[in-house]
Each structure stands twice: as structure tokens, then as C-alpha cells.
């Protein structure tokens, strides 16, 4: 295995695992706590999956400029970036759902299963972090709100992040 790969999976793993627990939790218990404390440990949630996958992707992206200035290495490291980003704002819109089903306008039902809810924010998510913003899902609750804008802000960070650094790509070659 390449030594990027290594090194990449070697620093992703534990944000990647932290994502998945918290997502988990949002989901299937923060939900059964009263409405105020429910959503306020979604927005803990948030902010700490937000902070460790703006911390990877500085200490990632760095070492890689520094190392390896692949083009190929940048876009792996973008599409994990942006896979987690677009899941962990899937579980938390999911996760404000199923707190509160008037957090959002949306067309999901009294009775939607869990994995069209899933399936209903996956979307809404892949669309807010490609800025596209249809409208057929819209933030309703100051908490869903504060999320919606919190994807915005990190989808802004990383794609910003990576835009400032692309003069120092060199591609397909090794230093």
C-alpha cells in the first residue's frame, strides 16, 4: 500500500469513527430525551464532527502539498472530506427530524420509515453542499436552520481551503 494511503487512513480512521458514533447517537438516542436537550446535543455533535473534519483536512492537505503534490492524492482526500461532510450533515438533519418532524418543510410523512427519512436528508444534504438549493427542503426550525448553515459554512471552508492551495499542485508528478 502507497504510504499516502497509510498515512491517510491512518489519521482518517478516528475522525471517520467519531462521525459514525455521533451520527449513530444523533439518530437512534438523542431523539428519546426531552426536545431542548435532544437538540442541543445535536448541535454538540456538530460542532465537534465540524472541528475534527476541518482539523483533518488541514493536517491532511498540508502533508500532502508538502509530501506528495499529486493531483490524484488532493482528489482522494477531497472526496473522503466531502463523503464525510455530506453523511454527518445527513445524520444530523435525520437526527432534527426525528426530534422535532417540523424542523424541516419537507414531504416525508407521520409514518416515513427510517430509511426514506435517511434517504429524504441524504438528499437535502448532497444538494445543500453542492449549492444548489432546490427548495423542496427547507429549514424551518431555528436548530435546523443553524445547521443548514453550519453545512454551508464547512462546505465553504474545505472548497476554499482547497482552491487557495491549488497553485501548489503539481500534477502526476513526484517531488
Not at 19 to 44: G, Q, R
Not at 72 to 81: A, E, K, P, T
Not at 108 to 123: G, R, W
Request: proline share 2%.
Amino acid at each position: 500500500m502507497d504510504r499516502f494511503y497509510k498515512q491517510l487512513l491512518g489519521k482518517a480512521w478516528p475522525v471517520t469513527t467519531l462521525v459514525i458514533v455521533l451520527s449513530i447517537l444523533s439518530i437512534y438516542l438523542f431523539p428519546v430525551f426531552e426536545k431542548t436537550t435532544a437538540i442541543l446535543l445535536v448541535m454538540i455533535s456538530v460542532a465537534l464532527k465540524i472541528f475534527f473534519v476541518i482539523r483533518l483536512s488541514f493536517k491532511q492537505l498540508i502533508k500532502i502539498i508538502g509530501d506528495s503534490h499529486l493531483l490524484s492524492h488532493i482528489l482522494i482526500l477531497f472526496c473522503l472530506l466531502i463523503g464525510l461532510i455530506i453523511i454527518s450533515f445527513t445524520m444530523d438533519f435525520s437526527a432534527l427530524h426525528l426530534i422535532d418532524s417540523n424542523a424541516f418543510k419537507n414531504n416525508l410523512t407521520s409514518n416515513s420509515s427510517m430509511p426514506a427519512i435517511v434517504f429524504e436528508y441524504l438528499y437535502h444534504s448532497t444538494i445543500t453542499f453542492s449549492s444548489v438549493g432546490y427548495g423542496d427542503i427547507v429549514p424551518v426550525s431555528l436548530s435546523a436552520k443553524t445547521v443548514v448553515m453550519l453545512a454551508i459554512a464547512l462546505r465553504f471552508f474545505v472548497l476554499v481551503f482547497g482552491i487557495a492551495n491549488i497553485n501548489q499542485i503539481k500534477v502526476n508528478q513526484k517531488k
